[in-house]
């Protein structure tokens, strides 16, 4: 059977696909200040010349694997039933490992997200772009929480807009504090999320 042939948007939607994964794997080992184009290449197999035709800078492709990833996690969750509870796609690890799980596990992410953080902290002009990317996560995450509810056919006590942004506020500090103490079990992180319910 003859193999389908991709177009060259495909190709070049799986190129920057493939140039984002392995930016975010050379900004967790070496950190932003670390990573350089060359070694984000060469973790791809592309040349200089790949990267830079996909991304004018370092910064932007930090700022594309923060979305990517982002994209990533919302299919996830839409495409999680809940069981009972209309919450459940929301919390922990599980509906993000169908699609994120493979790329790295939470405590990566909080280090690549306070990577970002620490980035944006010292170049205000990129906070902008960060601010716009959490604010239409929480208008999407309201939404799907708003979906969600209406399927289990239950209300909450709380409005989603605040839910969502408990659960923007549980994740980081959350996040941060198993990197200090691994030993903090994620199902403390369910409880803390199901306070909102």
Do not use: C
Request: a positive charge.
């Amino acid at each position: 059977m003859a193999e389908t042939r991709l177009t060259q948007s495909q190709r070049k939607e799986r190129t920057r696909k493939l140039l984002i994964r392995a930016a975010g794997e050379v900004f967790i080992k070496h950190g932003f200040n670390g990573a350089s184009i060359d070694l984000i290449a060469e973790a791809a197999g592309y040349t200089k010349g790949a990267v830079y035709f996909h991304f004018k800078n370092k910064e932007e492709l930090l700022y594309g694997v923060m979305k990517y990833r982002s994209e990533l996690i919302f299919v996830s969750i839409e495409n999680t039933k809940p069981k009972s509870d209309p919450l459940t796609p929301l919390l922990g690890e599980s509906p993000q490992k169908e699609l994120v799980g493979d790329w790295f596990d939470r405590d990566s992410w909080v280090v690549l997200n306070l990577e970002y953080l620490l980035f944006i902290q010292r170049n205000p002009k990129a906070k902008n772009a960060f601010r716009k990317l959490i604010d239409d996560d929480r208008k999407k995450l309201v939404s799907l929480i708003k979906k969600k509810y209406a399927e289990a056919g239950k209300i909450s006590s709380l409005d989603p807009l605040e839910i969502a942004q408990l659960q923007e506020i549980v994740d980081i500090g959350f996040g941060v504090s198993r990197l200090i103490n691994p030993d903090i079990p994620q199902a403390l992180y369910e409880k803390l999320i199901s306070v909102a319910r």
